[in-house]
């Protein structure tokens, strides 16, 4: 069956630091890939997101590309800060908006 | 944006006890909502798919009977946690299907803060 399989976290990072969270996802067919941004206390946002293979998804400085020869969605970010401290899932579309998520990557950014 | 609420936040309760969680697209009407269920340090898991007016349906191996879903409206979901039990605690987490807007517009997901339930 469908699954979503991700870095485990959490991850720790200085400001202004390189960013990339590994997943990998295992489908049939070709379903749309997304990442989910969770900040503490709220619920999951959409951060970005790819309809298929070789688009490139990108939002508030974050990016991935949809890599279907290697079934890989990695997020990467070139200068994160503090405010992106939170928990990122990586998650597949499936038929009938039915979402398949990651076990999700806790990020901490220092000052 | 589109916003999605839950009600309550947090809620304790007995074993024993039935609790009902809210779920309800403030901006929009919403055909589907989905329940999604998430332990700690692990993903979210699809628990049932809930169609306004008509029955929900369910992900293999959740119970229907334990975990009633009702659709009344086009802008509310009901999750009612009957009986509960320790192993229920869990955070509940809801999401919308949204309608396309604009003219290449797409059909999007929205998700609630999430409901944390401890049974006790």
């Known amino acids: 069956g469908n699954s979503v399989t991700q870095m485990e976290g959490p991850v720790t990072l200085s400001e202004e630091a390189f960013l990339t969270i590994n997943c990998t996802y295992t489908a049939t067919g070709y379903p749309s890939l997304f990442w989910y941004v969770q900040y503490p206390g709220e619920g999951l946002q959409l951060l970005l997101k790819a309809t298929k293979a070789d688009d490139k998804g990108s939002n508030k400085g974050f990016e991935a590309t949809y890599r279907k020869e290697t079934t890989s969605f990695h997020l990467e970010k070139g200068s994160v800060q503090v405010s992106d401290s939170a928990v990122y899932f990586c998650a597949l579309g499936s038929g009938g908006f039915k979402t398949i998520f990651g076990a999700g990557t806790r990020l901490f950014v220092k000052a | 944006g589109a916003v999605v609420s839950q009600h309550p936040s947090r809620v304790i309760c007995k074993s024993g006890t039935s609790v009902k969680i809210e779920c309800r697209s403030l901006?929009?009407?919403?055909?589907?909502m989905f329940w999604y269920r998430q332990f700690p340090k692990q993903s979210l898991m699809l628990m049932a798919t809930s169609n306004e007016g008509s029955k929900a349906t369910y992900e293999q191996g959740v119970e229907k009977d334990k975990f009633l879903i009702n659709h009344a409206s086009l802008t509310l979901s009901t999750l009612t946690v009957t009986s509960a039990h320790p192993e229920d605690s869990s955070f509940y987490i809801c999401?919308?299907?949204?309608?396309?807007?604009?003219?290449?517009?797409?059909?999007?997901?929205?998700f609630g803060p999430g409901t944390r339930l401890l049974v006790l």
């Open positions: 901006d929009f009407q919403a055909t589907t």
């Open positions: 999401s919308a299907r949204a309608p396309a807007s604009g003219l290449a517009g797409q059909e999007t997901q929205y």
